[in-house]
Each structure stands twice: as structure tokens, then as C-alpha cells.
């Protein structure tokens, strides 16, 4: 059986990174790790900024889970010109990141450093979804630093500039994230729907 790829930039590490959303099932796809740390073993050492080690319309999905965030926001451009790049006529990106209209109402509730939930890492504040996991960077993990953030009006938005073609979204209020499938050639309104149904749940 032929598989399609997913590149799923910062991965993390096999054993304790984000794992792909169920809709990417192994018996259909197969994973492609992307990742800046080479202690998280990825399959491809490499900035989601630079992606020159995968051929052009190579991959069938991108997946980008909690990184868009960690890069300034004039590199943002580059980052989605790179998935679209990468990404095959039919393919389509998957990307979450926090919903900074949701943290913000948190902000002015004056509970900037309460927590809003609690991950494998620990404790999460609206601050660490501000700025960065704070544990983390004071670890010397620069690279976990929040650069830029997110509406949904604004994702969207920079999709559009990066000429993905048919974009749908939601905001997960109680998860405080944004998700949004994007693909690379024009989807009917009732291709992406079911595209997107089976990752714009929860």
C-alpha cells in the first residue's frame, strides 16, 4: 500500500512530542519529522524557514503544530511560502497555534499568571502562551520564545497573502488554539468541508 506524507515541522521528540492529529491514521500516512533541535532525532534537521531538503511538491500534507508562533512575524511569509512549496498541487496544510483573542480576554480578567491549563510540561499561563514557556526558555531553550501571535482574521489572512487557495478555521475556546486547513489548489465548498471535518473537531 502506498502511503501519503505528512511533514510535520517541529515535531519534537518521538517519544514526548505533539503527535499528529487522528485524522493523519498510520495505516493511510506517513510521518515526516522536520525539526531545528537535533535532539529530537527529526528525519530532517532544518529550520521551518528553510525547507531546501525536500524537493518542490514533494509531501501530500503539512502539518504545524504550536511553531508558527516561534518565528517573527515578517517570517511568517517565508515559513508559509516554504509549505507551499513543498506541498504537492493536491495538498493541504494543517496549522493550530495559540488564539490570542482568547488569552487576551484572560489578560484583561487580570489573570495573566493564573493557570489556563495544565500540559505534560506542567502548569501553562496565559503569560507562557504570550511569550513562551518560561520553564523552558530559562532552560536555555531559546528557540521555545513566542516572536508573534494570532487571530484567526489574521491567520486567515496570511494564508491568503501566501496564495493558499480555499481556507477554513475555527477557534477552540476552551483549548485556547486556533485551527485552520488551508490547501494549495482551489477546494469546493464541500471538498474542504469534509477536509476539514476531520480535523476542525473537539
Known sequence: ?????????????????????????????????????????PNILGSMLDMSALAA?????????????????????????????????????????PD???????VVEDKLTDTAYQSPAGPITPLDILYGYRPAIAQGNHFMAH???FTLKSLTAALQAACFQTITGK????????????????????EMRELAGKWLTG
Open 1 to 41: 500500500m502506498t502511503h501519503l506524507t505528512v511533514l510535520h515541522v517541529g515535531a519534537g521528540h518521538p517519544k514526548n512530542g505533539a503527535p499528529l492529529p487522528a485524522g493523519f491514521r498510520p495505516t493511510e500516512w506517513k510521518e515526516l519529522r522536520l525539526d531545528i533541535d537535533p535532539a529530537n532525532e
Open 57 to 97: 511538491e514533494s509531501v501530500d500534507a503539512v502539518y504545524s503544530a504550536h511553531n508558527i508562533e516561534h518565528i517573527y512575524a515578517h517570517e511568517v511569509p517565508l515559513m508559509l511560502k516554504e509549505c507551499l512549496r513543498v506541498l504537492k498541487a493536491d495538498g493541504f496544510l494543517v496549522v493550530t497555534c
Open 147 to 149: 516572536k508573534c501571535g
Open 100 to 106: 490570542l483573542q482568547t488569552v487576551a480576554q484572560l
Open 171 to 190: 477557534r477552540r475556546i476552551q483549548g485556547l488554539d486556533l485551527w485552520v486547513v488551508a490547501s494549495k489548489g482551489v477546494m469546493s465548498e464541500t
